[in-house]
C-alpha cells in the first residue's frame, strides 16, 4: 500500500552538481507528473509523461531532464543546479487524466542549492 | 492556457465557524477538479474529486462545489477546527494536466 514513493526527502547540493531525484509508484498508474512547489506558492509542472516511453514538458522544464523506462519509475534528473532550482519538488501519479480517476501525491524532496 | 486562481490568499477564523473558499479557473473544459490539504512542511492530502459532470461532492464536513459554465469551485468547511489549520489547493484536470492555484492558507484559532 505504498502509492507514490520519492527518495531522498531532503537533500542539499552545491552549484553545478547534478542529482536525480527518484519517484516510484506500485499502483499501475499511466501517468506521472513532476511538480515544483517554491515557498508561498502552488505547484508547477515540470515534466509529465502519459505512459513508458513517453515524455513532455510542463510548464516549468529548463534545467531538469526525465525518462520513463517503466511504469512504475520516473525519475527527474537535475544536469547542472542552480540556486533558481531550490524548491519542494512533488511527484504524483494518476490512472488515467480523466474522470472519475485522481491523482496521488508522493511526500515530497525539499531540494536546496547553495 | 489553463490558469486558476484562488481567494483569499489567507484566512483566519475562529473555531466553529463555517467557512467558504473560493476557486476559478479560465478554460471550463476541465475533465474534473481536486481539492487537496497541504500541511505545513508536508506533502498533498487529497480531499474530494468532482468529476466534470458533477455539482458537488461532500465528505464529512466538507462540501465542494462545481460550476463548470461561470469557472469556479467552492470549499464550504462546516464547524471550522483548529485542526483544519493548512493550505488549501485547488487542482484542475484538462487535457492530460493538473494545474494548481497559489491556494488559500487557513488558520483556524481555537
Known amino acids: 500500500n505504498a502509492g507514490v514513493t520519492q527518495t531522498p526527502k531532503f537533500r542539499i547540493l552545491k552549484i553545478g552538481q547534478s542529482m536525480t531525484l527518484q519517484c516510484t509508484q506500485d499502483m499501475n498508474h499511466n501517468y506521472m507528473y513532476w511538480y515544483r512547489q517554491d515557498p508561498g506558492m502552488g505547484l508547477k509542472l515540470i515534466y509529465y509523461s502519459v505512459g513508458a516511453g513517453i515524455t513532455d514538458k510542463g510548464e516549468v522544464p529548463n534545467g531538469y531532464n526525465v525518462s520513463r523506462s517503466t511504469t512504475e519509475d520516473f525519475p527527474l534528473r537535475l544536469e547542472l543546479a542552480a540556486p533558481s532550482q531550490t524548491s519542494v519538488y512533488f511527484c504524483a501519479s494518476s490512472y488515467l487524466a480523466g474522470p472519475p480517476y485522481g491523482y496521488t501525491f508522493g511526500s515530497g524532496t525539499r531540494l536546496t542549492v547553495v | 492556457k489553463q490558469e486558476v486562481t484562488q481567494i483569499p490568499a489567507a484566512l483566519s477564523v475562529p473555531e466553529g465557524e463555517n467557512l467558504v473558499l473560493n476557486c476559478s479557473f479560465t478554460d471550463s473544459a476541465i475533465y474534473n477538479l481536486q481539492w487537496f490539504r497541504q500541511d505545513h512542511g508536508k506533502g498533498l492530502t487529497s480531499l474530494l474529486l468532482?468529476?466534470?459532470?458533477?455539482r458537488e461532492q461532500t465528505s464529512g464536513r466538507l462540501n465542494a462545489s462545481l460550476d463548470k459554465s461561470s469557472g469556479r469551485s467552492t470549499l464550504y468547511i462546516a464547524a471550522s477546527q483548529p485542526g483544519d489549520s493548512a493550505t488549501y489547493l485547488c487542482a484542475v484536470v484538462s487535457g492530460s494536466r493538473l494545474t494548481f492555484g497559489e491556494g488559500t492558507q487557513l488558520t483556524v484559532n481555537p
Open positions: 468532482i468529476q466534470s459532470s458533477q
